[in-house]
């Protein structure tokens, strides 16, 4: 009788689970496991509503193993610590796992290989959460790419896995030392009202189908238009490993079989969002430095400025630009914010308020339920114009204008900023005449935009003028 153990990390399924499977294959009987992380409060990389999402969908996870036959183990602390007492207890001979797109998970599984030799186990780790990893899309001089459209273009000639079986049984030896499944409380976090998606893989699946319906037929049109419901809402279930990335793009291939144009180009657009995930998660893999610092080495060294009171501003939503607001409140209310939106308060961050990109990054971490480090890194390099595949400084988004382009009815403001609900759609587009607040209750602009944006285009014209010089010299 062989026992084998199965971290579970970013995978939160029992539908086509690599590692999981891989398990159950070679082994008699599986303990499943999920590590607790151990911090206190003041986490950069997470926050209250991304860790009650984690906490609904542990729980959903437990579910589905009892009805499997098997039940969720829970430990708390340091992930080595916990599963080398685990394996004395349960005398496992292996560990499972699906390998991890990040920094700090990478890190932690050359630690647990060299646990794993000192035990005397094996440990098996295995592609999940990407289609393609690190070394796979690589250009003609086996280089990673820089920039995004040659990438996508050798990724999409690849063949992609299929997916894998469903557990539906899982033997699991018993009286086994489990903590009870987590709260907030865990972690000293207190509920915040965010408005969280149903949790678990049937859910996520039923976001999916909800897409593939109708949506995504339409998504090259629809995509960029915050009021309406046009984009899949599956990043989270990504993040979380509620779907398989391989289910979903199996799926997107069953719905183009026969397509004609416009809806082929529709799919094909979204097809290219997943590579654009897997684009950033190359940058982090070969470049994890950039985590601290601009990918583009000439923008290093960059003047940002230092002001804690626009950056409160900022993250209460009270810069009095309606876009800007409505986004902010969309993300405190949800842990979601619409994609075009994110660019236009990103931008609005670092080209008209001039505070640091990673200052920014850090509140969307903290918010987002989809908090991807790898893609909210590189679209937070992208609005700033310091990644790759960046937009160049000089391309800086006016947010009234980007308003009246994507919101022009402000149906999507009045949503998210109800005070506004009387002023007409178009003058919620324009700055409001000096002194004149839009209603008493919301606050002027903080700033003048084209003002700023002439600060911004001095400001980084110099610091690249003397990047350069430093560099020739």
């Excluded at 719905?255 to 097809?271: D, M, V």
């Excluded at 903080?446 to 430093?470: D, G, P, Q, W």
């Amino acid at each position: 009788m062989t026992i084998a153990i199965h971290w579970f990390r970013r995978d939160l399924r029992l539908t086509d689970n690599t590692a999981l499977n891989a398990a159950i294959s070679a082994h008699d009987q599986i303990v499943p496991v999920y590590v607790l992380s151990q911090w206190k409060k003041h986490h950069q990389w997470t926050g209250a509503p991304r860790q009650q999402f984690l906490v609904e969908n542990l729980a959903s996870l437990s579910t589905s193993l009892r009805k499997a036959g098997s039940h969720l183990v829970i430990r708390q602390g340091e992930a080595l610590a916990e599963l080398k007492a685990l394996v004395k207890e349960t005398g496992a001979s292996a560990i499972y796992a699906n390998r991890d797109p990040d920094p700090f998970g990478r890190a932690v599984e050359a630690d647990l290989e060299k646990l794993a030799e000192q035990l005397g186990i094996r440990l098996h780790l295995y592609k999940d959460v990407a289609l393609h990893e690190q070394n796979e899309v690589l250009t003609g001089s086996n280089s990673p790419f820089r920039v995004f459209t040659p990438y996508c273009k050798a990724w999409s000639k690849l063949d992609k896995p299929l997916p894998g079986r469903t557990v539906t049984r899982l033997l699991t030896p018993p009286n086994i030392r489990s903590l009870p499944l987590p709260t907030l409380q865990t972690w000293e976090l207190k509920p915040d009202g965010t408005e969280l998606p149903a949790a678990g893989e049937t859910a996520a699946q039923s976001r999916l189908e909800r897409f593939l319906e109708k949506a995504v037929y339409h998504y090259v049109e629809r995509r960029d238009i915050p009021s309406i419901d046009g984009t899949s809402r599956i990043s989270q279930d990504l993040r979380f490993g509620l779907l398989s990335i391989r289910k979903v793009y199996a799926r997107l291939l069953d719905c183009a079989k026969g397509l004609k144009e416009p809806q082929a180009r529709s799919l094909q657009i979204y097809i290219n969002e997943l590579c654009w995930r897997e684009f950033y998660f190359q940058v982090l893999w070969n470049k994890p430095e950039v985590l601290e610092l601009e990918y583009s080495e000439a923008y290093r060294g960059m003047p940002w400025k230092k002001d804690p009171e626009s950056l409160e501003r900022w993250q209460k939503a009270q810069t009095g630009f309606p876009i800007v607001d409505a986004g902010m409140r969309q993300l405190r209310q949800t842990g979601f914010m619409h994609n075009r939106v994110r660019m236009i308060v990103a931008m609005f961050l670092t080209k008209d308020l001039h505070l640091d990109w990673r200052e920014g990054e850090r509140w969307f971490m903290q918010r987002l339920l989809d908090g991807e480090i790898a893609s909210n890194n590189g679209g937070w390099q992208w609005s700033s114009g310091t990644g790759t595949d960046a937009a160049p400084y000089f391309r800086i988004q006016n947010p009234w204008t980007q308003g009246l382009r994507f919101d022009a009815a402000g149906e999507y403001i009045k949503r998210w900023v109800p005070e506004l609900a009387s002023v007409p759609g178009p003058r919620l587009h324009q700055p409001p005449s000096p002194g004149l607040r839009l209603v008493s209750s919301y606050p002027l602009p903080m700033v003048e935009h084209a003002e700023e944006r002439n600060i911004s285009l001095a400001t980084y014209k110099l610091h690249l003028a003397s990047s350069r010089s430093t560099i020739v010299g």
